[in-house]
């Protein structure tokens, strides 16, 4: 239930009425706007209504919640979420960058792909180093070693990272080296991993799944944050549909809709979402008017050499040129790329 207090109401009231959910045992999520405070409750709504609230005078109103969602949805929160990582902040008026290799392949690479992805304006390394590969036989990423090496790497360049988690059994040595841990396309239905995540403090990037709707994959970040962790990006990166000239069809579409409905960052990957580096730079730019917070690209320094992905690779320079593109695309929406501090 939402509870919608009157306009300038006194934080003592607000408080009387927190405490009135939280003796009937509820969870309470405040939200403190400008205008207004809104308070949602977790739990029962039979037992958000027994608790008599519509005869405290400081209550507007008291609404059900008329999505699934919950902690992820704008009724609950009405202003957008902003996560601060220290040397750069996710969601608001910055567009973020997330920029690197598919997977971690050597030290060598890495060092090259984040210090050329970092001069053309990146603010986040990615790499994987656990690898979901749809045949067993192709490289499945340096695992540990390779979270060794992207730790390395961010020591040197200073960038924060950006690496898949796979399976629950790994999400603790995961969290030891990185900064934001991604969910991948397959696992974004593995409930039991996302209930781990949920009681992490690190950020979520979560992948919308190869089949998922836009439901599905709201469901999924509830699952996260109703663990305890609010910190959720959700990444657009294509789906499944007849079309084989891509890789998968980037549903642009999503920005629009799961931003009215949810408060959460909400970034595109056009990598994933083209499979073909040709289509990166106009999808990126095409996901960046349509809305988004930001963009995760993958950049090889060597494309024809790279052990996962190099197809829809961008070399150095051209992610350097299509960085060019993406700060006029901002400012014509009053944005501006985010900047490595
Ligand atoms: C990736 O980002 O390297 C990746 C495997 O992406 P997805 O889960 O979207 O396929
Ligand atoms: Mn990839």
């Known amino acids: 239930m939402i509870i919608v207090m009157n306009p300038g109401v006194k934080e003592e009231e607000i408080q009387r009425v927190v405490k009135k959910l939280k003796d009937a045992g509820l969870g309470v999520h405040l939200s403190v706007g400008e205008f207004r405070t809104i308070i949602g409750a977790i739990g029962d709504e039979k037992l958000v209504r027994e608790i008599g ?17 919950k902690l992820v949805g704008r009724e609950f929160k009405p202003e957008d979420s902003v996560f601060d990582l220290g040397s750069c902040k996710i969601g608001g008026d910055e567009i973020v960058i997330m920029a690197g290799p598919c997977a971690v392949e050597s030290e060598e690479q890495l060092l090259e792909a984040a210090m050329g992805v970092k001069a053309a304006g990146a603010q986040i390394l990615r790499g994987g180093a656990f690898k979901p590969r749809t045949s067993p ?17 961010r020591e040197k360049t200073g960038l ?22 991604q969910v991948g396309a397959r696992n974004m239905q593995n409930f039991y991993m996302l209930r781990e995540l ?52 980037l549903d642009l579409s999503a920005v629009p809709v799961v931003k009215h409905l949810s408060h959460l960052p909400v970034i595109v990957d056009p990598s994933h979402g083209t499979g073909n580096w040709r289509w990166v730079p106009s ?51 009053d944005k501006r790329l985010g900047t490595v501090s």
């Open 53 to 69: 609230l519509e005869a405290i005078p400081s209550i507007e109103r008291v609404l059900p919640i008329t999505q699934p969602f």
């Open 198 to 249: 949920g009681k992490l403090t690190k950020p979520i990037l979560l992948k919308r799944g190869l089949s998922a709707t836009m439901e599905e994959w709201l469901m999924a970040a509830e699952y996260v944050m109703s663990g305890g962790n609010r910190q959720v990006i959700l990444c657009e990166r294509g789906i499944r549909t007849f079309e084989t000239y891509t890789r998968n069809t």
């Open 137 to 153: 036989y192709a490289f499945q990423g340096l695992e540990e070693e390779g979270l060794k090496l992207l730790a390395k790497v």
């Open 160 to 181: 924060p990272i950006v690496t898949e988690v796979m399976d629950q059994h790994t999400v603790g040595i995961v969290n030891e080296y990185t900064d934001i841990i």
């Open 283 to 333: 999808m990126s730019r095409a996901a960046v008017a349509a809305g988004a917070d930001g963009v995760m690209i993958e950049v090889h320094p060597h494309p024809e050499m790279a052990l996962c992905d190099g197809a829809q690779s961008l070399t150095v320079e051209k992610f350097s040129i299509l960085l060019d593109e993406l700060r006029k695309v901002a400012a014509v929406f």
